[in-house]
Structure formats: structure tokens, C-alpha cells
Nanobody
Framework: QVQLVESGGGLVQAGGSLRLSCAAS????????MGWFRQAPGKEREFVAA????????SYAESVKGRFTISRDNAKNTVYLQMSSLKPDDTAVYYC?????????????????WGQGTQVTVSS
């Protein structure tokens, strides 16, 4: 099993930047594709970004392309989400997720382990 802990959320102004981190347990972090999802109040959890086990490729939701960047440092068992040009619509709880595969998934059901989430609030 993998334990995930997100950090870095907070309150930022529209147009600002924020970097989220997700620290993972385990000895085989590189075997897991990692994803970021977000959930606003009253809405379904939605895909944001994902990265393959060793960072060979990435995938992004259309709504965040060009603004968000996912990366990972397997030596630190950590995945990051760099967010820039933030909009009020980006306000949500952001969740880190791990998949028992090297390859990317874009659906909630494709991920096996989840963090508790970190709140991101973007003010206008």
C-alpha cells in the first residue's frame, strides 16, 4: 500500500501561483503513475494532471493546459503540481493519487491510493 500526503494548498489571488506537493510512502514509488484530481463543493472529482512512473510523459485536463505542470522526484518520493495563472474556477480540494501501473490514467476509478486532499482557494 501507498500512503499519500498533500501539502502546499492555501489562499491565493487570481493570476497567482502555487505549488502543491504530495509525499508518498514506499520503496517502489517509481512503479506508480501519479495523478492530481480536484473536487469543488457539490461537484464530482475531476482529473487535473498525471505523470508516468518515471516521468516519461504527462497528461493534463484541457482546462489547465498551459497553466499547470506536473512533475516528480522519485528520489524524494514526491510528486508536484505547479499551478500558475490561477483562476477562481480552480478553487477546489486537490487530491494526490497513485496508480499501480507505470502508465497514466485520467479517471478516478483507475487510481488505487488517495491522499486526504489540500484546499486551494483562488480569490478574485
Amino acid at each position: 500500500q501507498v500512503q499519500l500526503v498533500e501539502s502546499g494548498g492555501g489562499l491565493v489571488q487570481a493570476g497567482g501561483s502555487l505549488r502543491l506537493s504530495c509525499a508518498a510512502s514506499g520503496r517502489t514509488f517509481g512503479n506508480y503513475a501519479m495523478g492530481w484530481f480536484r473536487q469543488a463543493p457539490g461537484k464530482e472529482r475531476e482529473f487535473v494532471a498525471a505523470i508516468t512512473g518515471r516521468g516519461e510523459s504527462t497528461s493534463y485536463a484541457e482546462s489547465v493546459k498551459g497553466r499547470f505542470t506536473i512533475s516528480r522526484d522519485n528520489a524524494k518520493n514526491t510528486v508536484y503540481l505547479q499551478m500558475s495563472s490561477l483562476k477562481p474556477d480552480d478553487t477546489a480540494v486537490y487530491y494526490c493519487a497513485a496508480r499501480r501501473s507505470w502508465y497514466i490514467g485520467t479517471n478516478v476509478g483507475q487510481y488505487d491510493y488517495w491522499g486526504q486532499g489540500t484546499q486551494v482557494t483562488v480569490s478574485s
